[in-house]
Structures are given as structure tokens and as C-alpha cells.
């Protein structure tokens, strides 16, 4: 496969692998956000949520809370579809720990440097992801 694989591509092989792939959850959830792009994208809906979920409190309009979690999940959601072809089936597998996951994911993605050292020890720790997530 070519260093840069596309979303059609990834879309085929994502899948690939399930959560019995790796040593834990938190693994396999990392594995399906490995596209810096997805990361990105997952960063901004929370960021934008997070604008608006003080007002939400402060204020306890439903609709508020409602808007924050379309940021929150709605960003993910159509940031795995755009760059990966595939939306993530984790949400419905275990909410909670996606819900945390993510959320981990999202602050990490504040520590450019502290990402790439975590992606550097994930490949050696499970080299086979490099069949979906090429290395730049």
C-alpha cells in the first residue's frame, strides 16, 4: 500500500481489526483514531462544545445540551466518515469509554509532541496498523 492511503482505501481495510486485536479497549480505540485528521476534527467539536456548555448550565435550555452533544459526537461522527470512510461503531459498543476515550484523545491532541511520541510507541507496540494508517 502506498504511504498515503485515501478514504476509499481505508474504508475497505478498517475494519480490518476489532478490539480483540489489541491488549485492551483503550488500544483499539486509539487504533481508529490513528488519522490525524479525525483527531483534529474531534478537537474542535469538543472545543466548541465546551464553549457552550457553561451558557447550557447556566441558563438550562434543553436545546443547549442538545446542540453540545451534536458538537461533541457530531464532529466525530462526520470526521470518520469524511476521512475514513467509515463511521466508528465504539459509541455503541461501550458509550462511556468512548465518551472518555475521546475526550482523552481531544486534550492530547493540545500536546503535538506528546502525541507523536504516543503514536511513535503504539506502532511498535502493534505494527500491523501500519495496513490501514500508513506511516507519513
Known amino acids: 500500500m502506498s504511504s498515503k492511503m485515501g478514504r476509499n482505501q481505508r474504508k475497505d481495510v478498517i475494519n480490518n481489526f476489532m478490539p480483540n486485536d489489541f491488549e485492551n479497549y483503550e488500544d483499539y480505540f486509539y487504533y481508529l483514531h490513528l488519522n490525524q485528521k479525525v483527531r483534529i476534527m474531534h478537537l474542535v467539536g469538543m472545543l466548541g462544545g465546551l464553549l457552550?456548555?457553561?451558557?447550557?448550565?447556566?441558563?438550562?435550555?434543553?436545546?443547549?445540551?442538545?446542540?453540545?452533544?451534536?458538537?461533541?459526537?457530531?464532529?466525530?461522527?462526520?470526521?470518520?466518515?469524511?476521512?475514513?470512510?467509515?463511521?466508528?461503531?465504539?459509541?455503541?459498543?461501550?458509550?462511556?469509554k468512548s465518551f472518555i476515550y475521546a475526550t482523552k484523545i481531544n486534550l492530547m491532541c493540545l500536546r503535538p509532541k506528546y502525541v507523536k511520541d504516543l503514536d511513535e510507541a503504539f506502532y511498535k507496540k502493534y505494527p500491523f496498523v501500519t495496513k490501514v494508517f500508513p506511516r507519513n
Open 52 to 96: 457552550l456548555l457553561p451558557y447550557a448550565i447556566y441558563t438550562l435550555k434543553w436545546w443547549l445540551f442538545v446542540i453540545y452533544f451534536v458538537l461533541f459526537y457530531g464532529f466525530g461522527y462526520i470526521s470518520h466518515w469524511i476521512f475514513d470512510g467509515v463511521v466508528s461503531r465504539t459509541a455503541a459498543e461501550a458509550p462511556w
